[in-house]
């Protein structure tokens, strides 16, 4: 089963710039046809397949690109910059993106568990990476494709999604990033548990300790345990968070002090020094590029 086919099948379907909903859970296609450039967001837990183009994102300040070649993993939420710089008419974006259920995840993690040594984490085990690439193998390409076929048929749709979506969770399993999502979803997942900690108190006062002790770790060995998953240190983490989501709430229109607010900044003026450090723009300058950036014609 090809890349090619599924490119095929997501053209048939997607006609004009944009995100949409493919009727299968957490399933959407995509097709970007204008450049975008990097903007703050926050990625879920989740599987990106680009079948054609290529993306930009940045992580801790490290520029990378995305293509065809590897599909993109998530395991746990994590603060970027993500934009197309290079789409267009001629060269779009085109995929799939997948956001993991992760009850299901769990689930099917602990199965395999339980019914394979192969699967098993050990405590000695690496923590898993919060963003990575796995080879396009035969498992996931199948799956990918068995899944995306669905919608044409309005019977098969409610019957077969959830079966065909496990399927697709399985063969991410087995492939080249199995290893970070069992540990990010089964026994041992500590850091992705302290992190989506942090997602539901972003509006209080976190502190390293207190994410550190609601894991049951030290202040030394968690500091350790999450670089080795995050590239950051908790502290440059928990800005970036607070940041990125403060910066997807000014571009949706919230003003600007409410979304410091919001993202647990007391004091205006630290949130205005912090902001334009990271972003280069003061959270008003943001907010500017953002509306004029909508008023693009084709801005998806």
């Keep these: 089963m090809s890349k090619q086919r599924i490119e095929?099948?997501?053209?048939?379907?997607?006609?004009?710039?944009?995100?949409?909903?493919?009727?299968?859970?957490?399933?959407?296609?995509?097709?970007?046809?204008?450049?975008?450039?990097?903007?703050?967001?926050?990625?879920?837990?989740?599987?990106?397949?680009?079948?054609?183009?290529?993306?930009?994102?940045i992580v801790d300040g490290k520029k990378r690109f995305y293509d065809d070649n590897r599909y993109i993993c998530c395991t746990m939420s994590m603060p970027i910059e993500a934009g197309t710089p290079n789409a267009s008419p001629d060269t779009p974006l085109i995929g799939v993106y997948i956001a993991l259920d992760t009850s299901v995840m769990t689930e099917l993690v602990l199965e395999l568990a339980s019914s394979t040594a192969a699967f098993r984490i050990s405590k000695n085990t690496t923590q898993p990476q919060g963003l990575s690439t796995a080879s396009w193998d035969d498992n996931f390409t199948d799956a990918l494709y068995r899944l995306l076929q669905l919608d044409e048929s309005p019977i098969d749709l409610p019957i077969l999604?959830?079966?065909?979506?496990?399927?697709?969770?399985?063969?991410?399993?087995?492939?080249?990033?199995?290893?970070?999502?069992?540990?990010?979803?089964?026994?041992?997942?500590?850091?992705?548990?302290?992190?989506?900690?942090?997602?539901?108190?972003?509006?209080?006062?976190?502190?390293?300790?207190?994410?550190?002790e609601q894991i049951g770790m030290s202040r030394a060995v968690f500091h350790r345990k999450f670089k080795q998953a995050t590239n950051m240190s908790?502290?440059?983490?928990?800005?970036?968070?607070?940041?990125?989501?403060?910066?997807?709430?000014?571009?949706?229109?919230?003003?600007?002090?409410?979304?410091?607010?919001?993202?647990?900044?007391?004091?205006?003026?630290?949130?205005?020094?912090?902001?334009?450090?990271?972003?280069?723009?003061?959270?008003?300058?943001?907010?500017?590029v953002q509306n004029e950036d909508k008023l693009r014609p084709n801005h998806p």
């Excluded at 048939?12 to 957490?26: E, L």
């Design 8 to 57: 095929q099948l997501i053209n048939a379907k997607i006609n004009t710039s944009g995100m949409m909903d493919s009727g299968i859970k957490g399933v959407h296609l995509f097709k970007i046809t204008e450049p975008i450039r990097c903007a703050p967001a926050v990625y879920e837990p989740s599987v990106t397949a680009i079948v054609c183009g290529n993306k930009e994102a």
């Design 161 to 212: 999604g959830k079966s065909r979506l496990r399927e697709l969770y399985y063969a991410i399993l087995k492939g080249e990033a199995g290893k970070s999502f069992s540990s990010a979803f089964g026994v041992g997942n500590e850091i992705a548990r302290s992190i989506e900690f942090l997602s539901a108190h972003l509006h209080q006062t976190v502190t390293i300790e207190s994410m550190a």
């Design 234 to 288: 908790p502290i440059q983490f928990v800005k970036s968070m607070r940041l990125n989501n403060a910066a997807k709430k000014i571009a949706e229109g919230t003003n600007v002090n409410l979304a410091a607010m919001e993202v647990g900044y007391a004091s205006p003026s630290q949130f205005s020094r912090e902001f334009k450090r990271m972003y280069g723009l003061s959270p008003k300058q943001w907010s500017q």
